[in-house]
């Protein structure tokens, strides 16, 4: 062994042996001697199962700790279970992967479904250490409004007071979401400047205090739950594996500027977009991104260079890209005319596909992105496609009984095509009434139709085989001549609506 790796992990053992020594983690180690006696006492605890090589689990580490600190002067406590030392506890609890946590009440688990970074899991905890609805008076009514990044607080004259119901039956649906209080404090409204009956929203970002608008008393739980959603995604915001969902399950559209964080003129681009994102709330979601750390991410929403700052609109529910031209300057102006160019159904989205091959030498044929309709939107076929992307263990397993699938029929081509996308590289033209989401994903297109079957079956060849024979249109029966005598074709309507 090498001087200076003697050396270094000489050092390691001895910072560790002092930071026991002195305490200085907040985690409990928990082990099959003390599991029982430290977690069933606690109405609430957060245990992590990890194993020591875990790359997820070490990056969790730093977080971990540093949430520890800061839920330990909140009475909840954090523990973690080491799986390669206690292989059989972490099997009693059902682990599978690593870090897997688990909120336990009183010893009973649930999964912990919140963020991996400190502030995400002390919010969180906190949440799941309230009631869905906490009472606030005066005395604690300044520390309440800022105890969340979201915190939505009813000011009523009574416990009973309309919409007390219906705020109390929202706060038990997003509880996991945000934090909710009432408060029938006289004094505490009045310090709050609010007149009853009121609910406001309290936030940490953008406008940090906003009232309901609308009627109070017929205030219903989805009007309620809407009002708040609406509120919770900032005007614009850095966006990471972190908060993604948010956006994700939004529905809305998602405006990316894509940035390299060490630019000193990063803030004044942000500021630029900001006036055309608040413009566009409601509607479309603006965030900014590290173009560093999410290159590959820039490429697969149509970013060819790596030329930043860059700008591009997602449809996330359709998958489909518009990227603003890399020769244009990400400037207030080009980017306020993409984004009205967009709204008013005037852009084309940006395809991705690979070149088309000069030769289709293979039994199975090789689909990409431009030809996608004329191939698989032939009517006169049957089509059966194998999305897949070259990184899928299990497409690579798959090939060999596509390709023999693809050899079973090659004598049919012209009327039954046995086909393969690179998902990842080529995209789905707009008509197609699907997107890909996992690997390897295999379609049916009947001939002279629209709709796409799934294969869910096991695949063999035999499996695929019986599913081609079962949902084929055409004769597979090589000596009986085509007949093109099927439905009138469909017309593929060329204008799409966008949102």
């Known amino acids: 062994m090498r001087l200076s790796s003697i050396l270094s992990s000489a050092s390691s053992l ?6 026991l020594a002195e305490g200085a983690s907040d985690v409990i180690d928990l082990n099959p001697s003390n599991f029982k006696s430290v977690v069933e006492p606690e109405p609430i605890i957060l245990v992590e199962f990890f194993a020591p090589w875990c790359g997820h689990c070490k990056a969790l580490a730093p977080h971990y700790e540093e949430a520890a600190t800061a839920l330990k002067e909140k009475s909840i406590k954090i523990a973690k279970v080491n799986c390669v030392d206690e292989a059989d506890l972490c099997q009693e609890h059902g682990v599978q992967g690593y870090p897997t946590l688990k909120v336990f009440r009183n010893g009973t ?6 963020p991996r970074k400190a502030d995400g899991i002390i919010s969180y905890m906190v949440k799941q250490s309230l009631p869905a609805v906490s009472d606030v008076k005066a005395t604690n009514l300044e520390e309440f409004q800022k105890a969340d990044k979201i915190v939505a607080l009813a000011y009523l004259s009574s416990p009973t007071e309309a919409p007390s119901a219906q705020f109390s039956a929202t706060a038990e649906k997003h509880r996991d979401d945000y934090l909710f209080g009432l408060s029938t404090d006289a004094e505490a409204a009045k310090a709050a400047g609010v007149v009853p009956p009121a609910i406001v929203l309290y936030r940490s970002f953008d406008e940090p205090q906003t009232t309901y608008p609308y009627p109070i008393a ?31 399950q939004s529905g809305k559209p998602l405006a990316y500027v894509f940035l390299d964080p060490t630019e000193s003129h990063k803030d004044e681009i942000i500021a630029a977009v900001r006036p055309i994102a608040e413009a566009n709330r409601g509607h479309l979601n603006f965030v900014w991104i590290d173009a560093i750390k999410f290159g590959d991410h820039a490429k697969a929403l149509n970013l060819a260079e790596a030329k930043w700052p860059g700008f591009v609109i997602q449809d996330l529910g359709k998958q489909l890209k518009y990227p603003l031209d890399q020769s244009k300057e990400v400037t207030a102006e080009n980017v306020k005319e993409w984004v009205d160019l967009f709204n008013a159904g005037k852009l084309e989205p940006q395809l991705k596909s690979q070149p088309i091959p000069e030769t289709q030498s293979e039994a199975v044929y090789n689909l990409v992105g431009k030809e996608f309709e004329k191939v698989v939107l032939d009517d006169s076929k049957d089509v059966f496609v194998e999305f897949y992307a070259s990184w899928c263990g299990h497409c690579k397993r798959l090939k060999p009984t596509w390709d023999s699938l693809g ?26 009434p699907f997107r890909v989401s996992g690997f390897p994903t295999l379609k049916f297109k009947p001939a002279g139709a629209r709709d796409f079957l799934d294969y869910d079956g096991d695949r063999s060849l035999e499996s695929l085989i019986a599913f081609v024979e079962e949902n084929a249109k055409n004769s597979l ?13 469909v017309l593929v309507d060329q204008h799409h609506d966008e949102l």
């Open 14 to 19: 001895f910072l560790a042996s002092l930071a």
């Open 109 to 114: 688990p649930t999964d912990y479904t919140g």
């Open 218 to 248: 017929s205030a219903t739980v989805e009007e309620l739950e809407g009002w708040i959603k609406e509120l919770s995604v900032p005007t614009i915001d850095e966006v990471n594996a972190e908060n993604y969902m948010v956006y994700a």
């Open 407 to 432: 050899e079973k029929y090659e004598g049919l081509k012209d009327r039954l095509v046995i086909a393969k996308m690179e998902a990842t590289e080529n995209d789905l033209p707009p008509s197609v």
């Open 477 to 489: 029966d090589a000596s009986i001549p085509l007949q093109n005598e099927s439905a009138p074709p």
